[in-house]
């Protein structure tokens, strides 16, 4: 009976059930921001490859339209 009631006393399973609580919840929160910033960097990068296009363009040709 002294097995069962120091197994029920322990707490040592607490620990890590509180880390996995808290790490879930910061993923959780990490996609949230994701989802909202994924949008904008989407944006960013498109316009960024249309100015590489340009660039490129620009440097294969005359170079005087540029």
Same mark, same amino acid.
């Given at each position: 009976m002294?097995?069962?009631? #120091?197994?029920?006393k322990d707490e /040592?399973g607490a620990?890590t059930v509180d880390?996995? $609580? %808290? @790490?879930?919840?910061i $993923?959780?929160l990490g +996609? %949230?921001?994701f989802?909202?910033v ?6 960013? /990068? &498109?316009?960024?490859?249309k &100015? +590489? &296009?340009? #660039?490129? @363009? ?6 005087k339209t540029?």
């Amino acid at each position: 009976m002294t097995k069962i009631s #120091a197994f029920l006393k322990d707490e /040592a399973g607490a620990v890590t059930v509180d880390w996995v $609580v %808290l @790490t879930a919840a910061i $993923v959780g929160l990490g +996609l %949230l921001i994701f989802s909202f910033v994924r949008p904008a960097v989407s944006n960013v /990068a &498109e316009q960024i490859g249309k &100015e +590489l &296009e340009a #660039a490129k @363009t620009c440097m294969t040709t005359d170079g005087k339209t540029c």
